[in-house]
DNA sequence: TGCGCACCTGTCGGAACTGACAGGCCCGGG
DNA sequence: CCCGGGCCTGTCAGTTCCGACAGGTGCGCA
């Protein structure tokens, strides 16, 4: 018999009610349904029968050697003050929450943040806007390199053990969602652009690093060939080389990086 | 009151019972967790539990102007001989069972398989291994350009709604780990390669298909010094040219294909 | 039968890339 | 203090790329 059995409750470790089980199912279909913005933001509130916070935050980016740079944010009822005062500090990419969320090192409460916390973070901002309950849960790059970050605050909320174990479970999902979310709501312009398949062909040998007259060898045609259709696809992708194409083509996933 | 609090059972239209809840949420955490191709292996018995099956069998490809592309697989108790007769078919690159379920056009069972699918298809070859019963649960491209199918078969199984509603719920979580084991089975080669951050820098701008002179105007330094940054780009990532540059530095996740 | 399209081939010249030479400045660690 | 490494600069020769010219074949469709 599996441990979780034992428990009354449902979810190993999780020690979820009925309901909130029910909500957690609702909760990570969406998450594997996510395709828009719009689709992430109103996945938050649905969260808020697990977690109990007033405001949300979602920020995308990435961490390099300890830096956090961060690229994108969904904003979910954040006091306007504190975001422009968030915005008007030196936080920004100097953040150690963020840092640390962007890590992937576990979800962190404010009530424990405080110790072994970095400084400069965000910790006492929030409290200086009344946000006096708070988590925030981080994941490192997945598919992809961008890291995710989810801040939860507000007057109220618990912040236990259990709060945490759900946050653990949760993140991962939510980081996909998130970037499911990022990566379909600036959907590639023009899809694969009409590309032909001798010139995904081409492309695919491009992607390789071979030369006009080495890919006119490998399908067998001539050199001039082999740069009549990469000529094709730099027009077709409005890019101006074979560097840029090659990314274009990854970027729109006409090939895939491999 | 959500909807899916009026039944006495949990998941919003998966019926689920207790035991079988909580094995859907340790299959999700394994989904969210999934590195490798043997994690993803350890996760398809859990699945047995709800699903009721004796061989299951990922496939992921591409799919192109409805021509299916098997690039990688993952079995798990297949019969020898049904994966021998297989391969020695017409069956890889025409089944139809392959081609929907890369559409992601949802779930399908032997027993309603029969109408409304094109030939070739797998049916009969899995009956007359004896594999009396059976799903197969397909997803198109997500974070990527890699379609996965999902089959799960057997001499015994369930064909009813409520498996089809469960494969509808899962196989996004089991695309993502599919997805998530085979791009971090075959971790890229050296990691960043030692780029540095003015490397990387040049990098951004090759993608975006500068040229040396360009290059060298933006960062403020001079073509051969661009020229230099590129030669070493290329030195480290062992490719012949910016193209394979780009493509290399994306597939590491040095950059991004933005 | 004509039309569009994918695919193929050729030449030419200027621009860009690639690799190898040789050197300079600045900074941190042994 | 020297050494190594990141970063910067230069020259030179050979290769490759890129755009624009002008064509040919085969296939499906109206």
Chains 1, 2 share one sequence.
């Not at 909130?20 to 199912?25: I, P």
């Not at 939510?174 to 398949?197: I, K």
């Not at 006009?212 to 067998?220: D, F, N, Q, R, Y």
Request: net charge positive.
């Amino acid at each position: 018999m599996p441990p979780g059995f034992e428990s009354s409750r449902y979810g190993h470790g999780l020690d979820l009610g009925r309901a909130e089980a029910t909500v957690l199912f609702d909760v990570l279909q969406d998450c594997a349904a996510c395709r828009s913005r719009h689709a992430f933001l109103a996945l938050l509130p649905k969260l808020g029968a697990l977690l109990s916070f007033d405001h949300a935050l979602a920020l995308a980016g990435r961490l390099d050697r300890g830096v956090a740079t961060t690229t994108d944010c969904v904003v979910a009822g954040f006091p306007e003050g504190w975001l422009r005062d968030y915005a008007a500090s030196e936080l920004p990419g100097r953040d150690a929450l963020v840092a640390r969320g962007f890590a992937g090192r576990g979800p962190c409460q404010w009530s424990d943040a405080g110790a072994g916390l970095e400084e400069p973070n965000a910790l006492a901002l929030c409290r200086d806007h009344g946000l006096r309950c708070g988590h925030v849960a981080g994941h490192g790059p997945l598919l992809g390199s961008s890291c995710s970050l989810f801040c939860f605050t507000g007057t109220r909320g618990r912040e236990d053990r259990r709060t945490a174990a759900l946050l653990r479970f949760l993140t991962p999902h939510l980081h996909l969602a998130f970037q499911l979310a990022l990566a379909v709501s600036e959907p590639p312009p023009g899809g694969d652009a009409g590309l032909t398949r001798r010139e995904r062909e081409v492309l695919g040998w491009l992607k390789e690093g071979k030369s006009s007259w080495a890919i006119g060898m490998l399908l067998g045609i001539s050199e001039r060939t082999a740069n009549f259709h990469v000529a094709n696809i730099m027009r077709k992708l409005g890019v101006a080389n074979r560097a840029q194409a090659v990314a274009a083509a990854i970027a729109r996933g006409v090939i895939d990086a491999g």
